[in-house]
């Protein structure tokens, strides 16, 4: 693959024009004894000037921080200058600094394909004495912005170049390619990549693919990365487990995730709070709600205490079997433990005291939510339900909902309601405001 030929200075440790050469020995100086004067010259420095500096100063952490700390905000400190700033970064282990340099030159640099900014690397990896791991750096920072064509195309241009792109890079394009929910069969072609040129999988690697194909609803594929980790000797952690025994619960298998639960010490890992949630989701989910508790009593055993999830869980999961005693008293527990129910809690709580004819226990936990400021789901079909219990006719209940929603704000709504109660004849067709957000009663 061809790239195009950069513009490279003849000598970066010299420079050529005498008048040049003072320039640099009076930013040089300024630089370290005055560096708050460095802007009085900063339109005279060239990107020749500016990369001189940062050459000369490439052994001294602080002076090199500072330079660049000056420079980035002037057009002199151009491509060349970050490439060169970027090495000297990764060899002082910047990471942080470096990745943020990496962003901003491929956000602001015009470059298609990554092609410009790789050759700027590499005719400048000499200078500095640097290692591949800037290559990995700037695939990072390429793949956290998800620009993954870019990323894919500097790990082949390294390669060709004779520079090795370690794990780093391919678990950072791994990573992209699952959060921008791209078919996992991409990330399977960067893994199969992964093999054909020797690099060996991490378990942030195997923690990636498993996950990716996992949320695709592929378990069985990620349970093959789960067993060529154990084939390859590459021990599984604690988020291993979690992506799996949730992949497992949310298809309904929970006799799996409880097999898989039980083997986790057989590696030395204990599980924690977050796969508990899990494995309590998924019994909730099948109904098998009653098991809960042995799986609390196991969580007060290792010194777990429950969450909001784990309350929140509990509570829908006994509203949708109808224990709503039990809802209640984990609602009142909760409540009592400083913790808040969210909102899909109390839509379901409150849709369970309708349905038991407990109006007043109702109103007042929709009253609750209100002193909490979380307006409930399905806003309207929560209040028909309550309304319903005070056996309220269909025009009495459309103009209360009127009310409660314009009071609410909801304008929109209360345009469709009074839509819908004409249509019905509860309202004079004539009576219908151009304007509902002018409707009073």
């Not at 709580?349 to 109702?362: D, E, H, S, V, Y």
């Amino acid at each position: 693959m061809s790239l195009p030929r950069l513009q490279v200075y003849r000598s970066l440790y010299t420079l050529s024009s005498p008048t040049d050469s003072l320039l640099a020995e009076r930013a040089l100086t300024l630089l370290k004894r005055y560096p708050y004067q460095l802007n009085s010259i900063s339109p005279q420095i060239t990107p020749q000037v500016a990369s001189y500096l940062l050459l000369q100063t490439q052994n001294d952490r602080n002076l090199t921080l500072k330079f660049i700390n000056f420079a980035k905000p002037h057009q002199f400190f151009n491509p060349h200058c970050k490439c060169i700033a970027l090495h000297i970064l990764t060899k002082f282990k910047l990471y942080k600094t470096a990745q943020n340099l990496a962003q901003d030159l491929a956000v602001n640099t015009v470059d298609e394909k990554g092609n410009y900014i790789f050759q700027c690397l590499k005719d400048t990896y000499f200078m500095c004495n640097s290692s591949s791991a800037v290559f990995d750096l700037v695939v990072k920072s390429y793949s956290y912005l998800n620009f993954i064509e870019k990323a894919l195309n500097i790990v082949d241009l390294a390669k060709l170049n004779g520079f090795m792109p370690g794990v780093l890079s391919y678990n950072a394009i791994l990573d992209s390619i699952i959060r921008c929910r791209k078919p996992v069969r991409f990330a399977e072609k960067v893994y199969r990549e992964m093999i054909a040129s020797g690099i060996s999988l991490n378990v942030f690697s195997y923690n990636i693919l498993i996950r990716g194909f996992c949320a695709a609803g592929n378990l069985e594929m990620g349970l093959r990365f789960f067993e060529e980790m154990d084939r390859n000797g590459c021990l599984p952690n604690v988020v291993t487990y979690n992506t799996v025994i949730g992949a497992y619960c949310k298809l309904k298998r929970i006799d799996e995730a409880f097999k898989l639960l039980r083997s986790m010490g057989l590696k030395g890992l204990e599980p924690n709070l977050l796969t508990y949630n899990m494995v309590i989701n998924g019994l909730c989910r099948e109904g098998r709600i009653e098991e809960t508790s042995g799986v609390l009593a196991e969580m007060g055993r290792k010194g777990f205490a429950p969450d909001e999830v784990t309350y929140n869980t509990l509570v829908n999961g006994y509203c949708k079997v109808g224990n709503f005693h039990q809802a209640l008293v984990l609602h009142s527990e909760m409540l009592r433990n400083g913790l808040s129910p969210d909102v899909v809690t109390y839509t379901s709580l409150i849709n369970t005291m309708c349905k038991a004819g407990n109006l007043n226990r109702a109103m007042g936990i929709f009253d609750q939510m209100h002193v909490r400021g979380l307006s409930p789901n399905g806003l309207n079909l929560v209040i028909r339900n309550i309304l319903r219990s005070c056996k309220l006719s269909d025009a009495e209940l459309s103009k209360v909902l009127v009310q409660i929603n314009h009071k609410e704000g909801n304008i929109d709504a209360v345009f469709n309601l009074l839509s819908e109660m004409a249509r019905d004849g509860f309202l004079p067709s004539g009576a219908m405001p151009a304007n509902a957000g002018q409707y009073t009663l």
